[in-house]
Nanobody, 127 residues
Framework: QVQLVESGGGLVQAGGSLRLSCAASGRTFSTYSAGWFRQAPGKEREFVAGIMRSSSNTFYADSVKGRFTISRDNAKNTVYLQMNNLEREDTAVYYC????????????????????WGQGTQVTVSS
């Protein structure tokens, strides 16, 4: 298992930007695909963005496409989520997660596909 710690959340005005980070422990982090998910009050956790092990492929939810960018630095064991042009609807707790298995060839696009979760970081967008 991989241990994950998110950071970078906060309060921002609509139209603003935030950069989330997800730091992983363990030397095998680079062998896992990873994703960002979010959960708003009263709603189910939903997929936001995902990235393959070598950053060769990324995938985004339609709601964030063109505004959010996922990236990773395997040398630093970190996954990032750059969020631009934030909207009130982006308000949620953001979680990062890794694939269930190392050397996975798929991006985790649903909570059921995630093997390890971080504790989450709150993002609040005000109007």
């Amino acid at each position: 298992q991989v241990q994950l710690v998110e950071s970078g959340g906060g309060l921002v005005q609509a139209g603003g930007s935030l950069r989330l980070s997800c730091a992983a422990s363990g030397r095998t982090f680079s062998t896992y695909s990873a994703g960002w998910f979010r959960q708003a009050p009263g709603k189910e956790r939903e997929f936001v963005a995902g990235i393959m092990r070598s950053s060769s492929n990324t995938f985004y939810a339609d709601s964030v496409k063109g505004r959010f960018t996922i990236s990773r630095d395997n040398a630093k064991n970190t996954v990032y989520l750059q969020m631009n042009n934030l909207e009130r609807e982006d308000t949620a707790v953001y979680y990062c997660g890794t694939s269930r298995a190392s050397l996975s060839i798929v991006i985790p696009r649903s909570p059921q596909m995630v093997g390890s979760w971080g504790q989450g970081t709150q993002v609040t967008v005000s109007s």
